[in-house]
């Protein structure tokens, strides 16, 4: 890996995602976690068990990302970066002719192209991957550069680039190694387990000696099991190797100490066998192999499991189309040709077409004509949406029956689908608190299990030759020292770490990615433990309650200004601003004023949900409430007070407008309340939720709004501070507090409250804030969210019950609980088929949270033909 030294720009913090292969259980993940976390300069550091990915937040200024893989590798796990920053965007490309080794590529013009991140080649695989920003430089570009300096290269086919993964991946190699262990397994279980119960088999060539006492059924077994310990279980030495030096210990740990146990002592039976006419006991080689077989099975289905519990993510990287038609321009601007090219290929500002019926290929905006797209692939709403000159489109998205010609504006990581897929990642990344417990659990386990496999085989074979109980307890084909050494093997082979590491990473990924099937972007394990607790509830009203679509519904004058110079001022003010109230002001003077254009304000001054101020033909202009009027010593006529309760009586937002001291107008603008909203409140009052509503708006307005939807506690005229203040009065009172809002003044309260819920239509800063994003901006996703939430963190809750019934189950019934009274005992390969069952039962439990249906009671909106805006 190599990082560009051209890069012009510097970032103080950066942030990077690598994945890392080899991690067994919690205790690797926690190891290499926590040795990212002790590297100067680091500021954050996630490592994910289920995901295989680390996130590390760091200084670049103090650490490099080259010294973070280092780190991680010094460990003896693999390193492959998924992302360098959040602004690059990674082309990958297959090499057509060998180009010699990777200083040659470094000191090639590619590597010093402004916007060239990192190179790295894999001579091997002829493949080469660049990183790059798209700001400054395009894969054209990067490919026709490359071509200039002798380098043929093309783009990897997705099919190729699957392949290539799939080749690497732990799917295939847990599988193979599991075909490779059957191999040789196969014959040791018939000679050890079948062969010697046939009598024609076991005289005439199992028993038949070789020197001394060993026979040839012996050595076969100890020939074809030593490649089983050493070579197809050479991963397991390197994992409890890896272990201890992160001073821990893990499942690999267990394998070791429970393998080499049976497989030396075999080796010890081998020994003496041959240099005794007298010594005559059973080697143990068959559980050696049965037990890393099934072990092997265990990690190809867990392996299996966790590969499924991504497919959102799958889902949502095949929405894009291969393939874009790209608009091609001679140097004096005359369309010379359009050309099918690879989505890859395009840059920003390219111009594409897209057909009737066609998939948009790219995000951007709509410079001519005029269609319908379907959105739902990425709102999950089920509506055509018009666009024309000047609307976004989204990649993915279906074109209905226009033609449009889209400029690209966002290409790579900065798509809308990738952002997304960012969102769901960065949520499986994160560990829900109640993951805690298992971490601290893992820390101790093995050791404690070690213990105790050991203390197991102690105790049996004290007791056995003290003579404490009966002979005939001993099986004909043991000595008292074997069986006691089976109990203590058992013991440390049954015990399951990996289930209770996997309990909530793996419902945590298959949770968050349903949600976002459904619309829902649930920001990770802490977010989905806090949303199944919230008993209250908290709502914005406009953009939130309402459908965020106000307009001018009266304009009531107060002096002979006239409406269209009225509106002049208005609007000009007002364009300044990005609340939905301002736009409606400005929408109404384009289109019913038919205002196509007005000066331009000077001195204008935001007052968050108040209002605003500025200068507008040299005159002092304030567009606000009435505290803003106030705060301003602005009198109010009493026939503007007595529109402004007549627009909130029903329910309309009253707006005063003032020139040089003077109140001239009030403004009446109507938002209707979302179809759903007074539905969605019944429902969460069924459920045994508290309902609130914090609004900026008057309290006349905040009242209607509120007894419409079924509200019954409203604080109005509410500051963004005050709105922070509300949810913390309310969690003072114990209460656990949902907040959904949409607007930058709903922000304070976002943050502040336990989990905040952001519209998907709304702000940029309020969806960042958020726990969760309804990115289909309907309420009924509300009740999905906490809904969801509720049934993976149940499911959360069973896995961990389960996973320690069984440990503590397990352990004593393998170390001989039960072989006193009903002569019952555990062989090791029984005890490793059982801990594999109990990590493949733990992820097939995950999985089953797929099948989650939303409440039935959101469906009866349905039913009842409401129709959802």
């Known amino acids: ?58 200084d670049a200024g103090l650490v490099t990302l080259s010294q973070l893989l280092e780190a991680s590798e010094d460990m003896g796990f693999e390193v492959s970066v998924i992302s360098s920053d959040e602004n690059t965007t990674t082309l990958y490309l297959k090499l057509e002719n060998s180009i010699g080794d990777e200083e040659l590529l470094k000191t ?115 020939v074809l099991s030593t490649p089983v310990q050493f070579v197809i279980g050479w991963k397991f030495y390197v994992g409890a190797y890896k272990a201890m030096k992160m001073h821990c210990a893990n499942m690999d740990c267990l394998v070791v100490v429970g393998t080499n146990a049976a497989y030396f002592y075999s080796v010890y039976v081998v020994i003496r066998s041959s240099t005794s006419k007298d010594f005559d006991n059973k080697d143990f080689f068959e559980t050696t192999t049965m037990l890393i077989s099934f072990i092997l099975l265990g990690k190809y289905l867990v392996a299996l499991s966790k590969g499924r519990t991504s497919d959102a993510i799958s889902k949502l990287m095949k929405l894009a189309p291969e393939t874009a038609r790209l608009m091609v321009y001679d140097e ?21 077409k897209v057909l009737p019926g066609e998939k948009v290929s790219v995000d951007g905006l709509v410079v001519m004509g005029e269609s319908q797209v379907d959105e739902s692939m990425i709102t999950g709403e089920s509506k055509w949406v018009s666009k024309a000159n000047g609307d976004e489109v989204i990649g993915g998205t279906m074109n209905g029956s226009g033609v449009l010609q889209v400029r690209v504006t966002c290409v790579g990581s900065d798509t809308a689908v990738s952002r997304i897929i960012r969102l769901v990642e960065g949520a499986q990344m994160e560990k829900a608190p109640v993951q805690k417990l298992a971490d601290r659990i893992s820390q101790y386990f093995v050791p404690l299990v070690v213990g105790c496999g050991v203390v197991t085989w102690a105790c049996w074979y004290t007791l056995g030759m003290l003579g404490l109980y009966p002979g005939e307890w001993v099986p004909s084909y043991m000595d008292k ?78 002096t002979n200004m006239s409406l269209l110079e009225f509106y002049q001022l208005v609007a000009a003010t007002e364009v300044n601003s990005e609340h939905p109230l301002a736009k409606a002001m400005v929408e109404h003077a384009e289109n019913h004023v038919q205002m196509q254009a007005w000066p331009e304000a000077s001195d204008f001054e935001s007052f968050t949900g108040h209002g605003v101020k500025g200068t507008v033909n040299e005159k002092r202009i304030l567009i606000g409430n009435k505290g803003l009027m106030q705060k301003f ?28 001291g003077h109140v001239v107008g009030v ?13 969605v409140v019944s429902i969460l009052k069924r459920m045994g939720l508290k309902t609130l509503m914090v609004t900026g708006d008057s309290q006349m307005t905040a009242n209607v709004v509120a007894k419409e939807v079924g509200i019954d506690f409203v604080m109005a005229e509410a500051k963004p501070e005050e709105k922070a203040q509300k949810i913390r ?64 963190f149940n499911r959360i809750r069973l896995n ?60 009866s909106l349905e039913l009842q033909g409401i129709e959802v805006e």
């Open 332 to 352: 004096e601007g005359r369309l010379t040709a359009e050309e099918v090219i690879d989505r890859r290929l395009v840059e920003k500002n390219d111009l594409v």
């Open 481 to 558: 020292f074997e069986l006691a050494l089976q109990f203590g093997i058992s013991v440390v082979v049954v015990a399951c770490p990996c289930a209770l590491g996997l309990a909530t990473p793996t419902a945590v990924m298959v949770g968050t990615g349903v949600g976002a099937s459904q619309g829902v972007l649930i920001k990770g394990g802490q977010a989905l433990e806090n949303s199944h607790k919230v008993n209250c509830v908290v709502f914005d009203k406009t953009g939130t309650l309402t459908a965020g679509k106000p307009t001018v519904v009266t304009t009531n004058l107060l």
């Open 667 to 679: 403004i009446a603008i109507s938002d209707p309340v979302k179809p759903e909203a007074s539905r």
């Open 633 to 660: 010593d602005h009198h109010i006529p009493s026939v503007a007070i007595d529109f402004l309760d007549a627009a909130q009586c029903l329910g309309h937002t009253a707006v005063l407008v003032a020139v040089d």
């Open 1 to 58: 890996m190599t990082e560009s030294s051209s890069s012009t720009t510097f970032q103080s913090s950066s942030l990077c995602r690598f994945r890392i292969q080899g991690m067994t259980c919690s205790a690797c993940s926690l190891g290499i976690e926590s040795t990212l976390q002790n590297i100067h300069g680091v500021k954050r550091a996630t490592v994910a068990l289920a995901t295989e990915i680390a996130e590390v937040e760091f």
């Open 800 to 859: 961990y019950v389960w996973a320690l019934a069984y440990n503590v189950m397990a352990i004593p019934i393998a170390a001989g609980a039960l072989y006193p009274f009903v002569r019952f005992r555990l062989p090791p390969w029984v005890a490793g088929a059982a801990m594999g069952a109990s990590s493949v039962s733990v992820v097939c439990s995950s999985l089953l949270l797929k099948y989650y249906k939303r409440p039935r009671e959101l469906d």
């Open 108 to 222: 090639s013009s590619i590597a010093k192209l402004k916007g060239i991140e990192a190179v790295e080649l894999d001579q091997s695989n002829k493949r080469l991957t660049i990183s790059y920003l798209s700001d400054l430089i395009g894969p054209r570009n990067i490919i026709s550069e490359l071509e200039s300096s002798g380098v043929k290269a093309s783009l990897l086919d997705e099919k190729e680039k699957q392949a290539f993964e799939l080749k690497n991946s732990d799917i295939t190699n847990s599988y193979r190694s599991f075909l490779w262990s059957l191999v040789f397994t196969i014959p040791v279980f018939f000679t050890s387990m079948v062969f010697s119960y046939i009598p024609s088999f076991k005289q005439g060539f199992l028993e038949r000696r070789v020197v001394n006492m060993l026979t040839f059924g012996t050595l076969f077994r100890g």
């Open 729 to 792: 009065e309310l969690q003072r009172e114990g209460l656990t507090v949902a907040m959904v809002g949409d607007g930058i003044n709903d922000s304070p309260a976002l943050a502040v409250a336990d989990v905040g819920m952001a519209i998907g239509a709304g702000s940029d800063i309020a969806i960042e804030v958020a726990n969760i994003v309804l990115m289909r901006s309907n309420l009924e996703d509300v009740v999905t969210a906490i809904d969801l939430s509720t049934k993976s």
